[in-house]
């Protein structure tokens, strides 16, 4: 990396990362024995779930501005919604594996429902996005339904926030070479 590129924004983006990911985690906790299957919570959550995934994609836009790859069409790239595809095409060392993006793509599709359907009905498949996006591959807990909806348990927050700042840490350390 060239020393002269201002690396501000890349570090802003980073931060704004890893604060959010500490906010959900932290409210994850103290709301677990409030938490109620009710829309207003899961919209709540979805939409909280929603902003660590603009974080994260921010940063990749700030790390592909420093890189070669796709920064040759920035505005393009940009644009993109699919945050797992736009880490593969970065192509850093950031994607870490195939495993990410399966664990980003899950958490995509929850926030989703959480977002939009939160009235109970839900596709057959959400329990299995579940446990991957919470990186569970025990069987254990990781949802709780009710007549009123479903909703994510607070460790399964916690480990999807825990996936963000672990993305967007590897991600600095692949763009600028230095830990947060």
Do not use: W
Not at 15 to 28: E, N, R
């Amino acid at each position: 990396m060239n020393p002269d590129i201002d690396r501000t924004a890349l570090l802003r983006a980073h931060a704004t990362l890893s604060a959010g990911c500490a906010f959900v985690a932290t409210y994850a906790g103290r709301e677990g024995t409030a938490r109620t299957a009710h829309p207003a919570h899961a919209r709540m959550t979805g939409n909280r779930l929603h902003e660590l995934d603009r974080f994260l994609s921010v940063l990749i836009d700030e790390a592909a501005s420093l890189l070669n790859g796709p920064r040759r069409d920035a505005r393009l790239f940009a644009r993109m919604r699919n945050t797992p595809e736009k880490l593969r095409r970065l192509g850093t060392v950031a994607a870490l594996h195939g495993a990410v993006g399966q664990r980003l793509g899950a958490i995509g599709r929850i926030c989703a429902y959480l977002r939009h359907c939160g009235d109970g009905v839900h596709r057959s498949g959400l329990a299995r996005d579940i446990q991957l996006a919470g990186g569970r591959t025990d069987g254990g807990r990781t949802i709780a339904e009710t007549p009123m909806g479903l909703y994510l348990e607070p460790p399964t927050i916690v480990a999807i926030a825990g996936l963000y700042r672990l993305v967007g840490d590897a991600l600095l350390l692949s763009v600028d070479g230095t830990a947060p």
